[in-house]
C-alpha cells in the first residue's frame, strides 16, 4: 500500500451514523459536529453506517474480478457518451491509465438490466450495495439540519434524483514514477460516499497542502459536492481531492454521487448560512 507519513495526514472527523437515531441530545450534537465537518474540512469518515462488512467487500471484489477481465468482455470505451447509462474505458492522466466504470443506479430497476452481467452475480451484488447506501438519506438530512433547515428539505428530491456510481480501478505506479491516478477536482453532486480498498484519497486542506485521507477500515468516506456549496450558500465548501495509486496492488474506489433530478435547478437555500 502506499506509505502514509503521520505529519502529511489529515485530520479526517469521524461521523458515527448510529448517534442520529439515539436520545435528542446524541443527535443534536452529532449534527453540530457535521456542520464543524462540512465548514472547515469538506469531508468526513462515516462509522455504524450499518451497511454490513460481506456486502462491502463482496462490491470490492466482484468490481476487482469485473476489470481483471479480457477487453473484449468488458466491453468498448463510452466515456464519452454521456447519454449512455453503462460507460466503461481506460482514462489516461500523462503516461498513467486506470479503468473507470459508470452506472446510473437510480431508479436501480431502471437500470439493472443494462449493467454488466460478468462476473457471475455482479448485478445482484452491486444493486445490493447500491441499495443499501440508505445511509445516504440519513446524512441527507442531518446536514439539512446543520444548516438550520428541516431534516426533511428537499429529502424527497435527494431520494428520486440521481445516484451514479463511479468504480475505478488503479493499476500499481512504480515507486521511482509516482503519479496522480485522478487529477485535482471536485466532484459534481450534492455528497459523495467514497469506499477504498486502500489509501490514496488526497485532499487540500484549508493552507493549500496536499494531505493523505487515512484509511479507516469498515468506514465511508463523504465528501462535499458543488451542488451542496450552492444550496448552503457557500457555507460548506465542496472539497478539492485527487486519488494517487499503490506502489504494489492495485487499488479500488467506490465513488457513490447523489444529486437532485436532472432537470432540477440547485439553488442557495432560505436559512443556509444563519
Known sequence: MMEESVENSADVPIIDVSLLHQNPVSKSTLVKKIHEACRTYGFFHVI???????VIEEALDVNRKFFEQPQEIKGGAFLDDVNKVVRFG????????????????????????????LPVLYRERMGLYATE???CIELFGAIMESLHLSETHLTQNFEQGIQILGINSYPPCSRSNITTGIP???????????????????????????????RLKGSFQVLIGDHLEVLSNGLYKSVLHRAIPSCSDTR???ANLHSLGMDEIVEPAGRAGE
Open 90 to 117: 481506460k482514462v489516461q492522466v500523462g503516461g498513467y491509465s486506470r479503468d473507470l466504470l459508470k452506472l446510473y443506479a437510480h431508479p436501480l430497476h431502471q437500470f439493472l438490466s443494462s449493467w454488466p452481467t
Open 252 to 254: 479500488l474506489s467506490i
Open 184 to 214: 485535482p477536482h471536485s466532484d459534481h453532486s450534492l455528497i459523495t460516499v467514497l469506499l477504498q480498498s486502500g489509501p490514496g484519497l488526497q485532499v487540500i486542506d484549508c493552507g493549500g497542502s496536499w494531505k493523505n485521507v487515512p
Open 48 to 54: 455504524n453506517h450499518g451497511v454490513g462488512e460481506s
Open 133 to 135: 447506501l440508505k445511509l
